[in-house]
């Protein structure tokens, strides 16, 4: 029997409503997401500009309003969630943001930063609080004097430690990294996910780890998702999909990652076209003014394809996924 | 033969507040005709401000200490008067930006953008101008190039913004190309298009590039030579397979072990 996930998604819909010049447009952001991440469980969504990765992470953290679907959290129902059931749910859940630069309030010392939550939730109060702060500090790699700084005298990697120790502050059980080591320069980037990997094996963290990069993402995660266009295309546990990339997108996102080698330099042919292009989606499948399979065809646009199972937990939205594609 | 560019002991320095902060430290190196070099490191290391010393557009608050000399095309630009280094940016020297969406005029159309650059470099016929850059507009895959001629550039994507960035900058076919991040905040499948279509255009038109990355993946991708910068040095010079087969300072091979790469055991 498969343990319950602590957070299941299913058929999640967000619509975004805009007004330029003072027309109403809707934009479909996310359009019928479901996944489950198990407790423990380090889920990866990627995709490039636009596709619903943000959107659907925000919309797990009950902060901004889902338009359809549910999701359950620990089986209780998350869309059910108000006032202060809510408030106290917050602490179980936290986020650390892609950008330090503006995710920390530059007016605020790093300690009222990573004491604030504590201090919300009521966890610390008087000279607990800074006792805890320091030790925070001291587990992202950071000294308990760092408190007095504030976010200006820090490097990128140094805020991006608060960022983190902010949101472990409350002892949450679920992280939400939200494109959390993009910003930062390599050396530090490789540091602050061997630092997450470190805490969430530590903690007994259950992450969803947002990223636009591949390649940063096979090392942490169990299981990745892509995202296009604000559907899962694909999923499935992180060595099924880099070993046997089903669908045409995420090959073509493999093969966009540069070589790290120079000896295996090849002709590539890029993927045409943009994903944040806007416009009108054809029927179908929204992938298709830009798919490269050889087997495509009308059929792809009769219905947007459905994930169906290709082995055990690997599942892809491409009526081709089967047929060779070169 | 002599290098198309060579940079001697150049120093950049910004004026602080309580001191000046050295960006780029004493550094040399040359650029051969018709080469890809890559500049390689993280943030602060100084290779922007290289850039920009080049092309002669450091901001007013920068230094650049005598006793260095940036010698291109035999002549040193750092003693070039500034009406006669405009004349050489755009036509001889050109560069491309990180962020397109910052580079380019928001409130003129894409195409007078780049006709611009024929217009200033004496092209008299405005007709004629605009179809070099209808030309060039194609060349560099807006499909629709007449139409997205008279785009403004929040209407374009970001990668269609870069593929004007490159008509504009190689447009009178220049001998170098400073490309500073110019694939950096592209999504990962725009970004190999736009990589693979600066390879293309480099290779038709014979122009040297300097490029700088903080990506090794790229460097690896595109470049013969690599320069890696740390705190305003170049640390380690080598050809790019040497680079990543036998690097010799230890912050290339911090650099090396630290770049995000697909394992794959196929």
Redesign the interface.
Known sequence: MTPVPLLSVRDLRVRHQSSGFGIAKTTVAVDGVSFDIGRGDTFALVGESGCGKTTTARAVLRLIDVSGGTMRYDGDDLLAMRGETLRRHRKRMQIVFQDPFTSLNPRHTVGAIVGEGLIVHELARGSEVNARVAQLLQEVGLEPADATRRPAELSGGQRQRVAIARALAVDPEFLVLDEAVSALDVTTQAQVLALIARLRDARGLTCLFIAHNLAVVQQVATAVAVMYRGRIVEQGPTAALFETPAHPYTRAMLDAVPVSDPRDRRERTPLAGDPDAGGSLPPGCAFFPRCPHLAKDDACLAAVPDLHELADGHLVACTKAAAPSL | MTPLLSVENLRVTYAGRDADRIAVDDISFTVEPGEIVALVG??GSGKTATGLAIMGILSPNARVAPGGAIRFEGRDLLATPEKELRDLRGRRISMVFQEPAAALNPVMRVGDQVAEVALVHGERDRHAARSRAVEMLVRVGLADAERQYRSYPHEL????RQRVMLAIALLLKPALVIADEPTSAL???????V??LLLDLQRESQTAVLFIT????????TCSRALVMRAGAIVEAAS??DL??APKHPYTR??L??????????
């Open positions: 993280e943030s994507s970001g990668g269609m999504d990962v499948t725009v970004q190999a298009q990589l693979s903080h990506d090794l993946g790229v460097v690896a991708e790019v397979d990543f087969h911090d650099l072990a630290a770049m995000p790469r697909i394992v794959s055991s196929r």
